[in-house]
């Protein structure tokens, strides 16, 4: 593993309590900084170099960057409380069943709660609650951005709210059924609020989604560092109370049992974290491979890397070889140019559509022209990048592979 990449996990790993702080020798600091930053975690960073400041020659130029966004990721992280107060008073008034889930469930799980950083909160509601819902959060500010499909929107400030009327809204391959699997999320939930309608996952589903939506993301666009870290403080705070037979069967039903293997090594060899089962050991080369491309491209897998690779791996199954292989690319991009009325009409900008699929060739064509128009730079950069990255695409998806996707 690359150095500083290497000294990062370490620093990570020191904050979560589960390694002494590293002594860090011959760092490029500016890189080091660059990857708490694309990865989400400059906050945590800057409090574990804060914790040995007297051994540790730190650049003031970078300290003062870490510093930046350690109060950059305070303040977030204060207006999402606040909001998140007032929006879980509001639903618990009117007796909207609400589930909790990733980041802001699993905050506190940190030592310092406030350092794990979320760009959006993920809140799952019954979907007879939509319109109920909607009404409430806009009179209390937040505005809608996009009001169709299962996930709705919402922004106020600098808080953005995801509201989901169901878990899962598209499988990830043909062999993982995830949406059936999360047909009825609520079967897995408890509520966290007696007097009230707050709702969490059992520890053990908890769990076992965790891994899905880290499944869900490396397939698409890719998984950084954050999400590992979850898995991480995860089993730290709750590991000798999860019921492992029982995540084990599940994830070797969702045939994810590759998957949860690999990952669960990767956090025992990062983070020092301890399983109470037996995990295969994955080949060393393996590891350097799947480390460096988790750690390059940061939380989402977006930097310096071909982001459109995940669009077309989305757009559907796995590609075929030889001359097949070239027409699948053909099909795919056009998928991509002209989405189907399913994906358009969830978006606000064209929500004209819903119940109207006959309209369909009109939105496609008001979409060209916005895109030609006004995002001409961004609409060259997908086609090109769709075309140019089959070499990229065969790569990543040798890669995922072995990884179990």
């Known amino acids: ?114 350092m794990r950083t979320m760009g959006d909160i993920d809140i799952l509601i019954h979907a007879s609650n939509r319109q109920k819902s909607h009404v409430l959060l806009e009179g209390a500010g937040f505005k809608a951005t996009t009001t169709g499909g299962n996930v709705w929107t919402y922004i106020k400030g600098s808080v953005r709210l995801e509201i989901h009327d169901h878990l899962i809204s598209r499988n990830l391959n043909n062999q993982i059924d995830l949406r059936d699997y999360y047909k009825n999320a609520w079967k897995y939930a408890v509520n966290i609020s007696p007097q009230g309608n707050t709702y969490q996952f059992t520890k053990n589903d908890h769990f076992v989604y965790l891994l899905v939506h880290m499944a869900k993301h490396f397939y698409s666009t890719g998984c950084g560092i954050r999400m590992f870290l979850d898995i991480a403080v995860f089993i730290q705070r709750y590991g000798n109370q999860l019921d492992w037979s029982y995540i084990i069967s599940e994830c070797s039903m969702l045939k ?31 590891y350097e491979q799947i480390s460096e491309y988790i750690c390059s491209a940061g939380v989402f897998g977006y930097y310096e890397r071909n982001q459109y690779i995940g669009i077309l791996r989305m757009a559907g199954a796995k590609k075929p070889t030889g001359r097949e292989g070239k027409l699948w690319m053909i099909s795919m991009y056009w998928s991509i140019c002209f989405p189907s009325y399913e994906t358009m009409s969830r978006t606000a900008t064209y929500s004209f559509l819903k119940n109207k699929p006959m309209l369909l060739p009109v939105a496609w064509g008001i979409r060209a022209a916005r895109s030609l128009l006004f995002r001409w730079k961004s609409t060259w950069a997908l086609l090109t990048g769709v075309m140019g990255g089959e070499q990229e695409f065969d790569r990543q998806g040798k890669l995922l592979e072995k990884l179990g996707l």
């Not at 994810?256 to 089962?277: G, K, M, S």
Request: glycine share 2%; with cysteine.
């Open 1 to 114: 593993m690359e150095h500083n990449t290497a000294c990062l996990i370490s620093l990570l790993a020191s904050h979560i309590g589960q390694n002494k702080l590293p002594t860090l020798k011959h760092i490029d600091w500016e890189q080091l900084y660059t990857l708490g930053k694309i990865h989400s975690v400059s906050g945590m960073i800057y409090l574990s170099l804060q914790a040995q400041q007297h051994e540790v020659e730190l650049p003031d130029t970078v300290r003062d960057k870490l510093k930046q966004d350690f109060i950059s990721t305070l303040s977030r992280a204060a207006a999402q409380e606040l909001e998140m107060k007032h929006v879980i008073e509001l639903f618990n008034q009117e007796q909207i069943n609400h589930l909790l889930f990733k980041g802001f469930a699993l905050k506190d799980m940190y030592p310092v709660p406030e």
């Open 256 to 286: 994810l049992d590759v998957f949860a293997n690999h990952v669960l090594e990767l956090c025992v060899r990062w983070f020092n974290v301890t399983v109470p089962i037996t995990i295969p050991k994955m080949d060393e080369l393996f």
